[in-house]
């Protein structure tokens, strides 16, 4: 039987999505090998219901419906993989947590966007377990094609550890 599987972009730029998306000679085996019943990027509507073997979750929680999102796929997922720096660090919406929300909201939506920014952004195992996380910005399309290889044979990966800057 196929894994079921799923991709879901929270708040970020979907470059990691684009990804799995730029493997195009790949893709028809990754369909053919697995049962792909959401993908926010790739595909309109799609089962937000059924069991999981894996989610891959890309971006970060800044938002109710982003935790919404990420609480639904934890509940119906045997896997939570992560997917970019965004999850697995809060990236870009993560680096003005120094600042008040209430500060950024006005200054992003004026005086009437009191109700938004209502938790400090933060990457997914801030909220929930995260059994994997594909690092990178975006990561590497072998070793998302790695992960998605190993889950056919109910494993997971081991990568490297990368250096944050090679030259400092
Ligand atoms: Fe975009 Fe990079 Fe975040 Fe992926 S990790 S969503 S590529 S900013």
């Known amino acids: ?6 991709f879901a972009g929270l708040t970020a730029c979907s470059g990691c999505q684009l990804t799995l998306l730029n493997c195009e000679d790949e893709l028809p085996q990754v369909a053919e090998k697995f049962s ?11 089962d937000e219901c059924s069991p999981l073997d894996a989610a891959f979750v890309e971006g970060a929680v800044s938002t109710p419906e982003d935790l919404e999102i990420l609480l639904s796929l934890r509940n119906r997922s045997r896997l939570l993989i992560g997917v970019g720096t965004c999850a697995r660090w809060g990236g870009i919406a993560a680096m003005k947590n120094d600042q008040s929300r209430k500060e950024l909201a006005a200054a992003v939506y004026g005086d009437s966007a009191h109700s938004l920014l209502t938790f400090a952004p933060g990457p997914l195992h801030r909220f929930v377990t995260v059994d994997f996380t594909i690092v990178g910005c975006p990561p590497e399309k072998t070793e998302v094609l790695a992960t998605l ?7 997971l990966p081991v990568f ?3 250096p944050v800057c090679t030259e400092c």
């Open 36 to 46: 792909i019943v959401h993908f926010s990027l790739g595909m309109s509507g799609g």
């Open 160 to 162: 490297p550890d990368y």
């Open 149 to 155: 290889a190993s889950l056919l044979h109910g494993t």
């Open 1 to 6: 039987m196929r894994p079921t599987i799923a």
